[in-house]
């Protein structure tokens, strides 16, 4: 038994970063993802004779994070004041290319973050943590149709919002020629 802990210790420990990115979907806040993770991770080893060997322990974290997270939403209204901003990558050589990419992924966040919470998460687990739609629509509680009319709403919105950035890019273009 003290072997198995101390391999789902490990397990934990190398969730940690989904878990992260998940608590920023729920919480919109890195202060409250942070304290999201810890609280989902406290719970976590406190309950751990109940999660079942065999079954996949990222799923059952995840479903613990959601639980805190209604409670939470449910105690109290939950700060949004930081973005993802803080979680930015290292310098490339190209200065121009380098700026290019900062600029379209803050475009991509503020895009993500107009959309509604549900399609948030629908997102993030298919797109970004490879969960299944049936995964996904269990740990959502909610109908596989559920997750896939989230996942294309989405979806078009995010593009449409690119489409919309990138016209108005092509008028700013055009009054600069022009000026």
């Known amino acids: 038994m003290p072997k198995m802990r101390s391999d789902v210790r490990r397990q934990l420990v190398e969730l940690l970063p989904r878990l992260r990115r998940?608590?920023?979907?729920?919480?919109?806040?890195?202060?409250?993802?942070?304290?999201?993770?810890?609280?989902?991770?406290?719970?976590?080893?406190?309950?751990?004779?109940?999660?079942?060997a065999g079954t996949r322990l990222d799923r059952w974290v995840f479903q613990i994070m959601k639980t805190v997270w209604l409670n939470s939403r449910?105690?109290?209204?939950?700060?949004?004041?930081?973005s993802l901003d803080d979680h930015e990558g290292g310098g490339t050589?190209?200065?121009?290319?380098?700026?290019?990419?900062?600029?379209?992924?803050?475009?991509?966040?503020?895009?993500?973050?107009?959309?509604?919470v549900e399609q948030q998460q629908a997102l993030l687990l298919v797109s970004v943590e490879g969960y299944t739609y049936a995964e996904a629509a269990?740990?959502?509680?909610?109908?596989?149709?559920?997750?896939?009319?989230?996942?294309?709403r989405g979806r078009t919105a995010l593009l449409a919002?690119?489409?919309?950035?990138?016209?108005?890019?092509?008028v700013t273009l055009f009054r600069r020629k022009g000026a």
């Open 22 to 52: 998940f608590a920023l979907v729920l919480a919109r806040s890195a202060d409250a993802a942070d304290d999201l993770v810890q609280a989902t991770l406290e719970r976590a080893l406190a309950r751990i004779e109940q999660w079942e």
């Open 74 to 82: 449910r105690a109290a209204a939950l700060r949004q004041s930081e």
């Open 138 to 152: 269990e740990l959502l509680e909610v109908p596989m149709g559920t997750v896939i009319s989230r996942l294309a």
């Open 93 to 116: 050589i190209d200065g121009a290319r380098d700026m290019e990419a900062k600029l379209t992924l803050e475009e991509v966040r503020k895009a993500f973050h107009r959309l509604p």
């Open 161 to 170: 919002q690119a489409s919309v950035a990138a016209a108005d890019d092509t």
